[in-house]
């Protein structure tokens, strides 16, 4: 079992559509929690980190259910710019700064 | 404040020669980190730096993989034999702080090294 599961995608949305993101992890003792972006061909960049009580940035939220080992990511009102890939990431049994990564859901959100 | 550099963007290379893979760290962080990402699967975590000691190799795939990070500023990653499979993306990340959680990490834009 991989220690970060994500769908795989890809999701095809139209504009204003909201998305929702699943990820389970299967360290239980893991403390750091996020979402990360990657466009095509670039680096992995923080979109969020993610909060016990629920976290929001705009159009972007992230929630945590620890008992479950889940995490989310909605977005709502998708534009043409969210088109990337989602990856949920957490840390590792190695320490708060050792990172294991989710293999990512694409996003293609379309006119 | 300049980012996470890594050099080069790209390498093509022979089965069984060396590359050297170099990142420049953002100014001040004491904590690199190498990962790579073979073709069609998830971002790995390679070894962990803090300064110039390392915290954890773990994720080395073999002894073909040397790290080194003299004097805690830039680091180099070498592959000596390289081997078909080294072929992927190879980022280099740092951060400020060292066992803190939620610390963000910032990555270069990595090396895509093509093994023939």
């Known amino acids: 079992r991989k220690e970060v599961e994500q769908d795989p995608g890809p999701f095809n949305v139209p504009e204003g559509a909201t998305v929702a993101f699943n990820c389970t992890y299967s360290n239980s003792a893991s403390q750091s929690f996020f979402w990360y972006r990657q466009d095509c061909r670039k680096e992995p960049k923080l979109l969020m980190s993610?909060?016990?009580s629920g976290n929001e940035d705009g159009r972007f939220t992230a929630q945590l259910n620890r008992a479950s080992q889940y995490i989310s990511l909605l977005i709502r009102d998708s534009k043409l710019s969210d088109s990337a890939t989602y990856l949920c990431?957490?840390?590792?049994?190695?320490?708060?700064?050792?990172?294991?990564f989710g293999a990512g859901t694409r996003l293609a959100v379309h006119p | 404040e300049a980012g996470v550099t890594q050099f080069p963007s790209h390498s093509v290379i022979e089965k069984g020669q060396t590359v050297t893979l170099r990142c420049d760290p953002i100014?001040?962080?004491?904590?690199l980190y190498w990962y790579r990402r073979v073709m069609g699967k998830e971002i790995k975590f390679l070894l962990h730096?803090?300064?110039?000691?390392?915290?954890?190799e773990s994720g080395m795939p073999n002894n073909r993989f040397l790290a080194e990070r003299t004097g805690g500023t830039y680091s180099t990653l070498k592959v000596q034999p390289a081997e078909l499979e080294d072929s992927g993306v190879y980022f280099c990340?740092?951060?400020?702080?060292?066992?803190?959680?939620?610390?963000?990490?910032?990555f270069g834009s990595g090396t895509q090294l093509s093994v023939l």
């Open positions: 990340a740092s951060s400020r702080y060292t066992g803190v959680v939620n610390e963000k990490l910032f």
């Open positions: 100014s001040g962080h004491d904590n």
């Open positions: 990431v957490v840390n590792g049994a190695g320490g708060y700064n050792k990172l294991i």
């Open positions: 993610v909060y016990s």
């Open positions: 730096f803090v300064k110039e000691s390392k915290q954890d």
